[in-house]
């Protein structure tokens, strides 16, 4: 018996390590094609800025990867473990399925342990540092749209040009300055840099300090008349502009980053207020559902996989990523009901739990007696 359930259970860590591997390369590639790359093709963002970011995406992928890799896993393994006549072999020797099968379910809970610890403290810490880490740059640059290799302008008082961006420093500029719809002040300069300064209550300030400069400024008498153009070189220009928001201020985590306990203490303080907390408590009960759905996948995973006497990967491949929607199609239903206390979301992020546990149970007692 124990030999029997040693190889097993080797096959179903290999099986799931690889499928682990696969959907945490693809949930990482996902958000960092969409968030990151562009910021590093645009020299917005350095390597190591990148590889922080994709650090900081690891624990909040496996949380998605260990479930979806456990119910392959076993759809995987126990689909050519039946395939291949081993289970008829194994039940021809007096032993039960749902002794052969104990090991793996153990396996199902540990995960689940895994799941809740990442879950509930882990993986929101990071989501929120990897959000601050992108948004930082974010705010820094696309948000004000200070990006290399176009004009940007504001309320059209000036056109700013910045040839190359490597983190604050700024190289080859061009600055054109208007006063009522008309150009004042052409300059150019090699480099410089930038910065946030402190505007109290008025709009904050993004401040430049532009080196080697040279160019021309259009100036006029008293009257506004006899205007000329005269040459102007700095080896300095700090410049002042009011544009876009301070880069210094900390973003507030939203409640799908906050870990388990810093969603408790803001129900405790809400429900205090008497105000009606059901997003708050969406979140908690998503964090705590979601995080045994290792053991529902495997009590479905199993008898499926027995079922379809399948030996091919792209078969339970399939069969899981369909389970896999299934599932996380509760939990977008219960999220998007948030604000609607009287469907009572908190209990529709609990069913797919439900009937993947009872299903799965169902399946496997009809399974062990052969049905």
Known sequence: MKTLQGYLIRQVVVALAMSVGVFTLILLLGNVLKEVLAMLVNRQATLVVVAQAVGLLVPFVLVYALPMGMLTATLLVFGRFSADQELTAVRANGVSLTALITPV??????????CAAINLELAQRCRHAYKELVNRFRTQVDALALAEGRFL????????????IRGTNLENILLSQLDQGRVVQRVRASGGSYGWGDAGDAQPQLELLLTNVWGLHYSTNAAGEGGQWNPVIME???LTVPFGASGSQRRAPRYSEMTFRQLWMEKRELDRQGVDATPVEVQLHRQAAFSFACIGFTLLGIPLGIRTHRRET????????????VYYSFMVLGQSLQTRAEWAPQ????LPNFIFQAVGVVLLWRANRGV
């Open 236 to 238: 300095e220009w700090p």
């Open 314 to 325: 792209s078969v339970g491949v399939a069969l899981a990523i369909v389970l896999v929607l």
């Open 153 to 164: 302008t504001d309320q059209k008082r000036f056109y700013l040009y910045i040839g190359r």
């Open 105 to 114: 379910l153990l396996l199902s809970v540990a995960l689940s342990l895994v």
């Open 347 to 350: 209990l529709i992020l609990w």
